[in-house]
Structure formats: C-alpha cells, structure tokens
C-alpha cells in the first residue's frame, strides 16, 4: 500500500515544474526540527546543532574519538585528571577568538541542574575546571568516568555571548554562534534552517557554500522530495529503499544503525513482576518475520542494548522463537485459556495495552505486530497509536521505546536500566518502566568507574546475561537505515547511526556537488 501512494504522489510530483536548486546549495532533508539550537537542551547530536558547534571531541566514520576543539589531551592514570591543549587557531562565527574560558563556562553550564538540561547527568562528576592559559585547561573528576570523552564531544558555548545570560530563553537560542563547519543564517520554522559555510572552519575547507537542512518528519515525503529534486540528500522509509537503488540518478548507502525498538514492560503493572511472564512474552515473538514484514532488509533482530557496541558479548543471549516454551512459562505462572482461548489467572484475563507514538509508523507497525503475535498464546495485547506528549511513558502498561547509542555503552545503559539514585526517579535517567534488578545496577555502576577496557567488557557481560535473566523489555529489532543521495553529491561516508537515523551528517562540511 504505501509503495502505490509513493507512486500516485509521485506521478503528481512530476506533472509539476521540478524544484531547481542552486549548484552551491546542499538540501538535507532531516526528521527533527530543534525547538532551541543548543547543545546544552540536546545530547543526541541533532544535525543542526553538530553542524553548527564543535566539542572537544569528535568522532570519525569508525566511531574512533578525535581531537576537534583540543588538539591532544592527558588522563591522569587514575581517570580523575585531564589536561587538554586547546587550538589556537579557531574563531567564533563571530570574528571572537575560542579559547579555554569558552570551554570553562560550557562545562559549568553542563553540569548546572538548575538550568533545566538533560546533559547535567554526563557532566555532574566534574568536581573542578582549571584554565592553566589561554588555550590549557584542567577537569577534575570526582569519580572515574570513561565515557567522559564521548561526552565532551558536545558543542562548547561562547562565553563572550552568553554568560550571565538565561541560557533557557536568551535569543542565542534561536540565532546561535559557534565555531562548528556551517554559520547559521535564517530559520524558517517548521520549514527549514539555512546555513552558510564557515569560511574559517578549523578542520578544513567546507565543501558546499550553504547547506539547507529541510524538516521533513515523513521519510516518505523525503523520498518523493528527493525524486523531486527538491532534496539532495535524505534518509528514507526502507520500503521505499528499492526505489532509489535502481534508480541511476541516486546513490544508496545502507548505514548501519545502533538505534533498537522494543516494548518496555512497566514493573507497576502486576502482570510483569512475574519474571515468567516476561520470558514468555519475549519466546512468543516472531522477530524473523517482523524483520521481513516490516523492515524489508534494512534491520536485524535485537536481543539485547549493546549488540553494535565493542562492548557487546561474544555469547549470544537471545529467546528463539519458541511457542511451546512460552505456553509451558505461562501455564508455570499459574495461567489457563478460559472457553474463549484467553488466557486468565485468579478471575482475571491476561490483557494490557501496548502505547506507541502516532506520528512514527514504524514503531504503530510494531504494536500491531505484538498484538497479533500475543494473541496467538491467549493474551490480549491492545496496540494503543497515541499523539506524542498525550500520555505518561512512565505510567501506561507497556510503550514501544527506541534507545540506542553508537558511543560510550555506559551512555544508553545506565541511565535506562539502572535503578540506582535519580535515575529510579527519571531525575535524568530514562527507566521509565521501573525496571529494578540489583545485578543490573551493580554490573552498570562497575562498567562505569573503571577505566580498564577488558574489565569493562566483563561487566558488561555479566549486565547482558542478567537482564537476559530478568527482562526489562522485549527487544524487537535494530534499524539499518537507507541514506540516499542525488548522483551529483560526493563525500559522503558511511557509519553507524544513532537514534532515528541521527549522525548520518556527522561529515557533511566534506559534501560537495558536482
């Protein structure tokens, strides 16, 4: 159905003068739209605000951490001290010289709660910050962090514009100044952002004079777009994948994703704190079909939050599909089919809802999946599609959730499955579901405070094989995701892409246009 109204929308398409775009002008089509182009009010490196800013840090195509902003840096052997040379040679968009009070300020603001940021948590083991001079400056932690240079990736803030300032409304947020590839020029809400090349860019010489990022939530709208010729580049609906892969006018990188959808059990619900039922429902589901049905090539089966990660074991902790497995769990349990083939416990029938956000039809296609393979076994699973903001992830039965980082494995681990401190209280943590488990919380905590990769990967392990155990969620899938773009664009790279599809411009001031 969809291919056919890609086809009927597109012959409607091109009845129309095609969309001319200028040869010094790249259009990216991008899904989300930032409501303030800030890197502190964001921590999964939305386009914009990459493409605008520069960290410390950066990362290659391979996911290797580089130098950006700091040239070289020291760790003290204990992981509490780092000393990092800054460049001498960088300028704000502004004309303003970068320099170590820039980075001093950033991090203060980072770790500042009060602010109202979801960065404090990467941030609040800082315990201080010391400029040596100008462009040398040492951070003390209070504890041992690894993933404290994945963090530092994030773009620093221009003290000169922004201090005393209130960082949640100031105008910055709307017009930003940074130091990153592309200097923003124009924001047309709901439309698109406009950018120019920085022509002072640190790293290099920018490829396209100016980069059009267009907001378009729909991957199928950016794909009729592209054939269009309104958009250079865009990431599409993996149904429509083929489309462009026999298409001589486009070229096709299949990007590999460490982005995962999964249903999230709610531990208040007193169907799931019985550890059975939660093993049952995670045997009763199909996923091979689920990849075929849905995915059309572009994902692989999830079975646990680290799959793509160095840190993922060389075990294979999965359920195989296993019906009878999940009957026999279930009859353990203490439940039986009534006369209506339901299953039911003590009077009462083994029903839920399963929520997912309306405006992402994947994550709609996967409930319906779920409620037709649960009700195979007995259980009435109802799909609920609800507005986005319309219902309390923390409170319905079960939500479709999408985690999924390509960096640190502490930074999309502890922070959703740990029960420990504020995150049981999604005071910046995301466990939305409750999930309690004391092996979790102690593999996780050890993961994170030693600096030693090998032990770091047992820990790890040791993490995967209890929640295995004891499932917080069913893990469904991991998304691979079709990046298209026009044959006369060059530079693209391939790597691994965050959630949604994010990262996929991490080197778009190497993009240029024939």
Do not use: C
């Amino acid at each position: 159905m969809l291919r056919k109204i890609f086809l009927v929308l597109f012959s409607i398409f091109v009845l129309n003068s095609q969309a001319l775009i200028p040869k010094d002008t790249i259009v990216v089509a991008v899904e989300n739209e930032p409501k303030r182009i800030n890197p502190i009010f964001s921590e999964d490196h939305d386009a914009a605000i990459a493409l605008i800013f520069s960290g410390l840090t950066r990362f290659d195509e391979k996911m290797n951490i580089k130098p950006d902003l700091a040239k070289s840096w020291k760790i003290s052997k204990d992981g509490l001290v780092y000393e990092f040379d800054l460049r001498e040679d960088v300028l704000w968009h502004d004309g303003e010289k970068f320099s170590a009070k820039d980075v001093k300020f950033s991090l203060e603001a980072f770790k500042n709660k009060k602010l109202n940021t979801p960065v404090w948590v990467n941030f609040e083991m800082i315990e201080d910050i010391k400029i040596i001079n100008d462009y040398k400056i040492k951070i003390t932690l209070k504890e041992p962090f690894p993933a404290f240079l994945d963090v530092l990736s994030l773009g620093i803030l221009p003290k000169h514009l922004l201090e005393n300032k209130d960082l949640n409304k100031d105008i910055f947020n709307q017009k930003p100044i940074g130091t990153g590839p592309f200097k923003f020029k124009e924001w047309k809400k709901g439309q698109y952002l406009s950018l120019e090349a920085n022509e002072n860019y640190h790293l290099g010489k920018v490829g396209s004079k100016k980069l059009i990022l267009k907001f378009i939530s729909d991957p199928s709208i950016a794909a009729l777009e592209l054939k269009n010729s309104s958009v250079d580049v865009a990431v599409v609906d993996a149904t429509l994948a083929k489309n462009f892969e026999n298409d001589a006018n486009f070229n096709v990188l299949k990007m590999k994703g460490a982005d995962y959808r999964a249903l999230m059990f709610n531990f208040e619900n007193e169907l799931f704190k019985d550890k059975k039922v939660r093993l049952a429902l995670n045997y009763a589901v199909n996923k091979a079909v689920l990849i075929d049905s849905l995915l059309h090539g572009y994902g692989f089966v999830a079975n646990q939050p680290l799959q793509l990660s160095w840190a993922s074991p060389k075990e294979n902790f999965d359920y195989a599909y296993d019906m009878k497995k999940a009957q026999s769990l279930l009859e353990e349990a203490g439940w039986a089919k009534n006369q209506k083939g339901i299953l039911e416990k003590d009077g009462k029938e083994f029903e839920f809802e399963m929520y997912a956000m309306s405006d992402d039809p994947l994550r709609v296609a996967l409930v319906n999946f779920l409620q037709s393979e649960l009700r195979k076994i007995g259980i009435k699973a109802r799909a609920m599609a609800k507005p986005r903001g319309s219902f309390d992830y923390s409170k319905v039965d079960s939500f479709l959730v999408g985690w999924g980082s390509p960096y640190d494995p502490d930074l999309h681990t502890f922070r959703v499955f740990s029960s420990i401190g504020d995150t049981k209280n999604n005071a910046g943590g995301w466990n939305y579901g409750h999930y309690e488990n004391a092996k979790v919380d102690k593999t996780l905590l050890n993961a994170r405070s030693v600096l030693d990769i090998d032990k770091r990967k047992k820990h790890y392990e040791e993490f995967i094989k209890a929640l295995n155990e004891d499932p917080a969620y069913i893990f469904l899938v991991y998304l691979e995701f079709p990046v298209v773009a026009a044959k006369n664009i060059q530079g693209l790279k391939a790597t691994t892409l965050g959630h949604h599809g994010v990262g996929f411009t991490f080197n778009a001031y190497e993009w240029s246009k024939n």
